[in-house]
T-cell receptor, first 107, second 117 residues
Framework: KQEVTQIPAALSVPEGENLVLNCSFT??????LQWFRQDPGKGLTSLLLIQSSQREQTSGRLNASLDKSSGRSTLYIAASQPGDSATYLCVNNDMRFGAGTRLTVKP | GAGVSQSPSNKVTEKGKDVELRCDPISGHTALYWYRQSLGQGLEFLIY????????KSGLPSDRFSAERTGGSVSTLTIQRTQQEDSAVYLC???????????????FGPGTRLTVT
């Protein structure tokens, strides 16, 4: 069973900081990689999907990269805002999720 | 457009009873996934459908859990003889399936919150 690891488990930053969330898989055979956010008591919202032929995807202040050779993905959030506070989850085509990174952005 | 819908949104049941959870995927999505999230825990994969077949049932926690999908659309997740540890939010997602069986972006429903008393 593939292991999915997300680091850090929790992160608290002041508003305006740039930050990086990490996701790694024990099996580097990745077809695609998807990042989600989950707000307390709510469902999952898709943020970015990186296909196997891509190295990164950008949406607004978010940038996700994928390194298939090492089985790693990073989610970069620029100029963080309090509204970014949520749990961020990654999943690959193997449908295994990491435990998530709980992000708190303080105003 | 219509997203993934799930029903009921909340279900409270007594221990030992059977429950059925329903998922309506986005029209045209051939892949359908069931997950559950227990309180304070991460998402746990349960089962994946491609069309009406389930090539991956590895996540079902016990033989009390079963799922089916008919007509390549609606899916039901059935839990027999519910136990308190079954209490969780059950999430359904759907996606298009590309060539070679590689699945694409997953879209999640709002979930069904199951409480077993």
């Amino acid at each position: 069973k593939q292991e999915v690891t997300q680091i850090p488990a929790a992160l608290s930053v002041p508003e305006g900081e740039n930050l990086v969330l990490n996701c790694s898989f024990t099996d580097s055979a990745i077809y695609n990689l998807q990042w989600f956010r989950q707000d307390p008591g709510k469902g999952l919202t898709s943020l970015l999907l990186i296909q196997s032929s891509q190295r990164e995807q950008t949406s607004g202040r978010l940038n996700a990269s994928l390194d298939k050779s090492s089985g790693r993905s990073t989610l970069y959030i620029a100029a963080s805002q309090p509204g970014d506070s949520a749990t961020y989850l990654c999943v690959n085509n193997d449908m295994r999720f990491g435990a998530g990174t709980r992000l708190t952005v303080k105003p | 457009g219509a997203g993934v819908s799930q029903s009921p949104s909340n279900k409270v049941t007594e221990k030992g009873k059977d429950v059925e959870l329903r998922c309506d995927p986005i029209s045209g999505h051939t892949a359908l996934y069931w997950y559950r999230q227990s309180l304070g825990q991460g998402l746990e994969f349960l089962i994946y459908f491609q069309g009406n077949s389930a090539p991956d049932k590895s996540g079902l926690p016990s033989d009390r859990f079963s799922a089916e999908r008919t007509g390549g659309s609606v899916s039901t997740l059935t839990i027999q003889r519910t136990q308190q540890e079954d209490s969780a939010v059950y999430l359904c997602a759907s996606s298009l399936v590309g060539g070679g069986g590689k699945s694409y972006e997953q879209y999640f429903g709002p979930g069904t919150r199951l409480t077993v008393t």
